[in-house]
T-cell receptor, first 121, second 107 residues
Framework: DTGVSQDPRHKITKRGQNVTFRCDPI?????LYWYRQTLGQGPEFLTY????????KSRLLSDRFSAERPKGSFSTLEIQRTEQGDSAMYLC???????????????????FGEGSRLTVL | GQNIDQPTEMTATEGAIVQINCTYQ??????LFWYQQHAGEAPTFLSY????GLEEKGRFSSFLSRSKGYSYLLLKELQMKDSASYLC????????FGKGTRLHILP
């Protein structure tokens, strides 16, 4: 399977604990995104990478959140000292750069993993 | 700032046509996407517009007007399986999403 994979799929933790999620993107994709989604809402941007470089982190994101992509392949998202408000689905997505050449168009659309659902008790 | 607006919910009848609108205000623009998301599943790509005009793909079409900051997704011959949330997303460099439109299809 060459899709985006996320691990774990479900995580239940107690308030104050640290959690880490992993994302393995499609191998040829150089861009990797993390989003958070709660019920009835669209995906909220958290951060994104191009290769190993973190290009932007949402200003709404607490310092308790950190993400890495050390070798430009897989990525981890860590939440320290979890709070009940952190309960959500954490989505990872990857893409290749958009380009148009020779009549062919690569839209650079996102391919999503199945998500990691976090419940903080 | 960056803002993407779309209606929260819409209802339509099986076999009919529905248009879901999206307006956006972003610091830059390098394409607009529509995604479909069924309950409990990840979003899946539907369409992409970067130039003004209409893109047609089977029962789904998407329109873009960059000068108006406006797009719509048109779904024809609605089927029960089209009941889902439809997400409008804009790329300036990163890709950001609207809150989504939940579409209910009545038999």
């Amino acid at each position: 399977d060459t899709g985006v994979s996320q691990d774990p799929r479900h995580k239940i933790t107690k308030r104050g604990q640290n959690v880490t999620f992993r994302c393995d993107p499609i191998s040829e994709h150089n861009r990797l995104y993390w989003y958070r989604q709660t019920l009835g809402q669209g995906p909220e941007f958290l951060t994104y990478f191009q290769n190993e470089a973190q290009l932007e982190k949402s200003r709404l994101l607490s310092d308790r959140f950190s993400a890495e992509r050390p070798k430009g392949s897989f990525s981890t998202l860590e939440i320290q000292r979890t709070e009940q408000g952190d309960s959500a689905m954490y989505l990872c997505a990857s893409s290749s750069p958009p380009r148009a050449s020779g009549g062919l168009v690569n839209t650079g659309e996102l391919f999503f993993g199945e998500g990691s659902r976090l419940t903080v008790l | 700032g960056q803002n993407i607006d779309q209606p929260t919910e819409m209802t339509a009848t099986e076999g009919a046509i529905v248009q879901i609108n999206c307006t956006y205000q972003t610091s830059g623009f390098n394409g607009l996407f529509w995604y479909q998301q069924h309950a409990g599943e990840a979003p899946t790509f539907l369409s992409y517009n970067v130039l003004d005009g209409l893109e047609e793909k089977g029962r789904f079409s998407s329109f873009l007007s960059r000068s108006k900051g406006y797009s719509y997704l048109l779904l024809k011959e609605l089927q029960m399986k089209d009941s889902a949330s439809y997400l409008c997303a804009v790329r300036d460099d990163k890709i950001i999403f609207g809150k989504g439109t939940r579409l209910h299809i009545l038999p």
